[in-house]
């Protein structure tokens, strides 16, 4: 795994300061429309193990999981404990500051599957975090990588900002290479945006990748 492979002003921000500031008040909003949620649910239906225990990377109130895979238990990794306490889907939760600090309070092979929801622009090492997650889930464990076109542009990375939604998507899937051990990693254009005369739908982009061994 090498961060290097990324020059290092692609992770600067406009915001610099402290993370916890900005996630110090809870925001219990979707970040994405009922039509993109809709179809996060069936990607992530087709992509994640029935019955699994899965981790919910930079989690906040809601985590989209479908009703019909059943986990047998979720955890929730995030920046504010009052959101992922309303969240109902998580057994369990913890504060974190990936910018911070990349390595997963889990033991290796802790988990099957993990998630990263409309969050990845955020990160400021995103290989490092990527590798984590690698070690902390099964081989043959998928992680899979969401994301649509809105942010907060002042805590997104300079290359997140700079960069096209189809862009994003080879980023994204740099990010996994970087990191190492992942394998058939897969980039693919969920829902495409539409606009129209009642109002449109947000595009949805989704990256996944399985743990090699």
């Given amino acids: 795994m ?3 492979a990324f020059p290092a002003e692609y992770f600067a921000r406009r915001d610099e300061s402290d993370d916890a ?5 809870p925001r219990k909003v979707v970040h994405i429309d009922d039509s993109a949620i809709n179809t ?36 929730g990794l995030g920046m504010n404990a009052e959101e992922m306490a309303d969240n109902p889907q998580l057994d369990d939760h913890v504060v974190q500051n990936l910018n911070q600090n990349q390595a997963l309070p889990f ?3 802790a988990f099957d ?4 929801t409309v969050s990845v622009q955020y990160l400021t090492q995103p290989a ?14 998928v992680f899979v990588v969401s994301f649509s076109n809105r942010c907060f542009p002042t805590k997104a990375v300079a290359v997140w900002l700079s960069t096209t939604d189809q862009q994003h998507l080879a980023l994204v899937t740099q990010y996994f290479e970087a990191a190492g051990n ?14 129209g005369l009642f109002g449109g739908a ?8 399985r743990k090699a061994s």
């Fill in 202 to 209: 947000d595009p949805l982009y989704v990256v996944w990748a």
């Fill in 107 to 109: 033991e290796d092979a």
């Fill in 21 to 25: 500031l900005f996630y110090t008040d």
């Fill in 40 to 75: 996060l649910n069936t990607r992530f239906a087709a992509l994640l193990p029935p019955g699994g225990t899965y981790l919910d990377l930079m989690s906040s109130w809601r985590s989209h999981l479908p009703a019909s895979l059943s986990p047998a238990r979720v955890v």
């Fill in 2 to 4: 090498a961060e290097t």
């Fill in 182 to 195: 992942w394998a058939n990693i897969t980039a693919e254009t969920a829902q495409a945006g539409r606009s």
């Fill in 128 to 141: 490092a975090v990527f590798a984590e997650v690698n070690r902390v889930i099964k081989p043959g464990g």
């Fill in 113 to 116: 599957a993990a998630v990263c």
